[in-house]
C-alpha cells in the first residue's frame, strides 16, 4: 500500500517555484515577471511561478523516471490498476494511443457506431479498418444505450480476425454496458478489450457507482479525470492491467 496522501507532482513544483533563482528557460513570462498585472492580479502570482517546463526535478512525461513515476504509481494504485499513464491532449491522445496499440494498418477493431470522433481519428492513424456495431436504441427517449453482449459475440464470430474491440462506457448519456460480460466474450477469442471511460473515472472511488470497467475485467480504459474528477483541463490518463495490451505501446508520447 503506498502512501496516497503523497503529493510527488505538487510537492515538487512547489518547491521549483519557491526556489530563488534566474529562470535561462521557457515560458518566457519568467515566472510572471513579464505577465500582464491584471493577469496576475485576478489568477494570482503563484500560477505564473509554477507555470515550469520540464526541468530535471519535474520529471519529463516522454520517459518518466521520477516525481510523475511516483505519481502515476500514485493513481494506478487508487484505480486497481498495474499501470497509469498522465495524459496531456484529452482523452482523445488516450482512444488514439489505444487504438495505435492495439492495431496495425488494415487491422479490424470492433467499434460501436456511437464512439466519439477520437474514436475516429485513432482509426484513420493507426490505418485500422472499424467492424461498427450499433447500440441499442431508447426511442422515447432518443437515446442510444449500451452495446449488448450478443452483438459482440455476433460480430465477432463472423469476422475472426478482429484485433480488438472497444466500448463507450458510460455513454455521454450515462448508459452503461455490462462490461463484464463483454470482456469475457472478448477474452475468449484472445483479444484485448479498450474502454473509453470518458465519463466515469469516478466509477471505481464509491460503492454506490457502477463498478469501474477495469474492475470488470477491461485491459486498457481511458478516463476523463478532467471531465468527471478534478484534474485540469486536456489532463486526463489511461489505466490498463494484464498483458494483452503493450503498457509502453499505450502511453501517447510512444506512438
Ligand atoms: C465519450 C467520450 N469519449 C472521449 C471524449 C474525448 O475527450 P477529450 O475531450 O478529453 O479529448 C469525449 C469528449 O467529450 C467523450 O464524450
Redesign the pocket.
Known amino acids: 500500500m503506498l502512501d496516497q496522501s503523497q503529493m510527488p507532482i505538487v510537492s515538487a513544483l512547489k518547491q521549483s517555484a519557491e526556489r530563488s533563482h534566474a529562470p535561462f528557460y521557457a515560458p518566457g513570462h519568467k515566472q510572471g515577471q513579464g505577465a500582464s498585472n491584471l493577469l496576475k492580479a485576478w489568477l494570482g502570482e503563484a500560477l505564473f511561478r509554477a507555470d515550469l517546463p520540464e526541468l530535471p526535478e519535474l520529471d519529463n512525461l516522454f520517459a518518466p523516471g521520477g516525481i510523475i513515476r511516483e505519481a502515476q504509481a500514485l493513481a494506478a494504485e487508487a484505480f486497481g490498476a498495474d499501470y497509469t499513464h498522465f495524459l496531456v491532449?484529452?482523452?482523445?491522445?488516450g482512444?488514439e494511443a489505444a487504438i495505435l496499440a492495439t492495431c496495425n494498418p488494415g487491422d479490424k477493431i470492433l467499434v460501436p457506431r456511437n464512439a466519439?470522433r477520437?474514436v475516429i481519428a485513432g482509426l484513420i492513424l493507426a490505418g485500422a479498418m472499424p467492424v461498427f456495431v450499433s447500440p441499442q436504441y431508447e426511442p422515447t427517449l432518443g437515446l442510444a444505450l449500451g452495446l449488448e453482449v450478443e452483438a459482440i459475440t455476433r460480430t465477432l464470430t463472423r469476422h475472426p480476425d478482429i484485433r480488438a474491440v472497444l466500448l463507450?462506457s458510460p455513454?455521454?448519456h450515462g448508459i452503461c454496458s455490462d462490461v463484464a460480460a463483454i470482456a469475457q466474450v472478448v477474452h475468449a477469442h484472445g483479444i484485448p478489450l479498450l474502454v473509453?471511460e470518458?465519463?466515469g473515472p469516478h466509477f471505481g472511488f464509491h460503492p454506490d457507482l457502477p463498478t469501474s470497467a477495469l474492475a470488470q475485467g477491461a485491459d486498457l480504459v481511458?478516463q476523463?479525470t478532467?471531465?468527471v474528477l478534478s484534474a485540469f483541463s486536456?489532463a486526463?490518463c489511461s489505466t490498463g492491467g494484464g498483458i494483452r495490451v503493450d503498457r509502453d505501446a499505450s502511453r501517447p508520447l510512444c506512438n
Not at 89 to 93: A, I, K, L, V
Open positions: 491532449n484529452g482523452s482523445t491522445c482512444l466519439h477520437s463507450v455513454t455521454y473509453d470518458a465519463h481511458v476523463s478532467h471531465k486536456q486526463p
